[in-house]
């Protein structure tokens, strides 16, 4: 933000009360606890889930991996799914508490929605986090026919630290001839473990002051990166916004607020995918800071679901409801 004046009077007036709602977090090794405690059954979005989940399990490289499963039509074959993967600063959130997002998503595009339990740093650190997702894409893919789904269309989706694993798992599943995947959807993603420290190449004045401060997001990227020197070949993997090459990843659709700290990484990445030959649809909504779609009232907000549902429906075959 501007080291002089607040960046209060550029938020979108109908998104202020999110201030209220969202204040920033003092985050800090012994804070986490709390902080964990106070989200924990905590409820922004739009009402109770409409699609009830049911809980299935991912055998993950050092243990069971809960996922929830979201269908509106089980008898469905050969459908699109999202492998959806909750937000948190990769140090708080739970796909278990977390039922809104994915089952709104269910429900509007009417297919199935996998969120899958990542285990959270700094508890397992880097590549615990990504490898739980992965492992949740995998077992999707291999499991296709008994799931009614289509393994041709399957697209990884998720907010802030959620964008920043869907974004490693791309990168993993491109690096690792993987599954292959229909789409990306990131949301706000958290990509670039720079932004906000001293090697921060934006340092945007006008970014980052409410919600999700430079703080914060520091805490959360030292807390995952744990021991890792960030200097090999997985670097990509741990902040997407370091892999060398970007070809071969599937098509995107990136979302962000002007105010968002994560505004400018994502600007870049998103021209770095174009340059590579990926299609990319980008949005930048005025006036909106990290999270600004958690309020439901606003006009921002609505523009922002429809957005998204609309392209992700466009990239999956499928219809948005």
Known sequence: MNDTASTR???DPELLPLLEVLPPLA???????????????????????????????????????????????????????????????MVIGSARQSPEGPSTLAARLGIAVASVEYRLAPEAPFPGPQEDCYAALVWLAGRAAELGIDPKRIAVIGPSAGGGLAAAVAQMARDRNGPALAAQILVYPMIDHRVGGEADPWRNRHTGEFVWTRESNQFGWESLRGGYEVDDDRRGWF???????????????????????????NLDYARRLIDAGVPVELHVYPGAVHGFDLLGASRVGNDFLRDMLSGTARMLGCKDE
């Open 9 to 11: 009077q550029l938020i």
């Open 239 to 265: 902040s997407p916004s370091l892999a060398v090459d970007l070809a071969g990843l599937p098509p995107t659709w990136i979302g962000v607020g002007s105010l968002d700290l994560y505004l400018d990484e």
């Open 27 to 89: 985050m800090s090794a012994e804070a986490l606890p709390g902080i964990r405690n106070s989200f924990r059954g905590a409820t922004l979005a739009r009402g109770a889930p409409s699609i009830a989940p049911v809980e299935k399990t991912v055998e993950g490289p050092d243990g069971p991996i809960p996922l929830f499963w979201y269908d509106p039509t089980p008898t469905a074959k050969d459908r699109p799914v999202l492998l959806h993967i909750h937000g948190g600063g």
